[in-house]
Every structure is written in C-alpha cells, then in structure tokens.
C-alpha cells in the first residue's frame, strides 16, 4: 500500500529555514516523479518543485533560488529545503506520487505538514 | 508558462443537480488535464485524469470531456458527498499550474 507522511513543518520567524519531509512507503521515491504543491490558507493549490526519476528538479518561480527538492534513496523521503522563508511560504505542504503513465497526475498525496512565517 | 482559468469560482446546487465546472488553458495541452476533489482539512483526491479517464474507485457521476484548451468536468446527479472544492491541473508542461478552484455550495 502507497503511503506518504510529511513531517517537519512549524512556526519560523521570516528568513528562516525549515526542511519538510516526506517518508513513503509501498514505491520506491527515486524511480518516480515526485512534487511538492502547498495551499496557503484559505487559498488554492499552489505547484512548488518536482524531482524526475532521472534527479531533474524544477520550481516554481515564486520558490527558486531559496527552495531545493532531493531524496534520499536509502530512506526512501523526499525532502524539501526551504530557506530565506517569507510570510507568503505559509501553507500546508503536500508531497505527491504520480504512479501511473501521467507524470504530474497525482494520484497519491500525503496528509500535508503546515508551515508558518511569522515572527 | 500555461496558466489555467476555472469558472466558476462557486457554485451553489441541489442535491440530483447536474453541474458543470469549465477549466480553460492559455495554450493547448493535448487532454493533459487532471480534476480533483478537495474537502476541508483533506489532501485533494484525484477523480480525472487525461482529461476523460476516471481514477479507480471514482462514482461513474463524474465524467470529463474537452480537448485543446477547453475543458469540463460534469457531476451527472450531485450526491451530499460531492459538496466539495474542485480543481483543474494541467500536466502537459512544467511549470505545472492547477485553476483557481470551484468552491461547490449546497443550496
């Protein structure tokens, strides 16, 4: 079975940093396409950074040059590095698995870990 | 970049209404078009996916059709459960873009 557990969300003060977590079980992270995608409150779903199986990353313009994906193969997570972090970072942050022939369809999604930039 | 355009925003029905919700791209993305459904305090779950293809375990009342840039996803006879928020996502390029959202009301 496909599960997927964030963790390591909190409250941080602006320009600070925090790395979320995603533990997966059932699939193998480093084979796969893999997503970050955050909902700041109250709002809709926001695309952060993807990593291809292949190691290509990408981000969305709001997050580059203070956002970095990467894996970790022997503990099967996806890690998401957040730093210079500002009030607009708030959100929940999901991690999600495309497992079928449609990378960037998500059909697995975690329970989502909240992030918030105040001071 | 392809951004993506949702209508409506809300939507207020009755339980049996058929509903409609229409999701426009900025260019073509070839049925590469994914719908979710989203409940408060949940992670969005996947009902569509190749802009026609309904997940597994997803009520044969959601259907999804469009090609090109245009796009709908219908609810045929709404049901309690179906009172949701509903969003389009296209996978066609990166960056991946999702619509603003339809927030649907019971009446």
């Known amino acids: 079975e496909v599960q997927l557990v964030e963790s390591g969300g909190g409250l941080v003060q602006p320009g600070g940093s925090l790395r979320l977590s995603c533990a997966a079980s059932?699939?193998?992270?480093?084979?796969?396409?893999m997503s970050w995608v955050r909902q700041a409150p109250g709002k809709g779903l926001e695309w952060v950074s993807v990593?291809?199986?292949?190691?290509?990353?990408y981000y969305a313009d709001s997050v580059k040059g203070r956002f970095t994906i990467s894996r970790d193969n022997s503990k099967n997570t996806l890690y998401l590095q957040m730093n210079s972090l500002r009030a607009e970072d708030t959100a929940v942050y999901y991690c999600?698995?495309?497992?079928?022939?449609?990378?960037?369809?998500?059909?697995?999604w975690g329970q989502g870990t909240l992030v918030t930039v105040s001071s | 970049d392809i951004q993506m355009t949702q209508s409506p925003s809300s939507l207020s029905a009755s339980v049996g209404d058929r509903v409609t919700i229409t999701c426009r791209a900025s260019?073509?993305?070839?049925?590469?078009l994914a719908w979710y459904q989203q409940k408060p305090g949940k992670a969005p779950k996947l009902l569509l996916y190749?802009?026609?293809r309904l997940e597994s375990g997803v009520p044969s009342r959601f259907s999804g059709s469009g090609s090109g840039t245009d796009y709908t996803l219908t609810i045929s006879s709404l049901q309690p459960e179906d009172f949701a928020t509903y969003y389009c996502?296209?996978?066609?390029?990166?960056?991946?873009?999702f619509g603003q959202g339809t927030k649907l009301e019971i009446k």
């Open positions: 999600a698995y495309s497992s079928g022939w449609y990378p960037g369809c998500f059909d697995y």
């Open positions: 190749a802009a026609s």
């Open positions: 990593i291809y199986s292949g190691g290509s990353t």
């Open positions: 260019q073509g993305i070839s049925n590469s």
């Open positions: 996502q296209q996978y066609y390029s990166t960056p991946l873009c």
């Open positions: 059932g699939f193998t992270v480093s084979s796969n396409y």
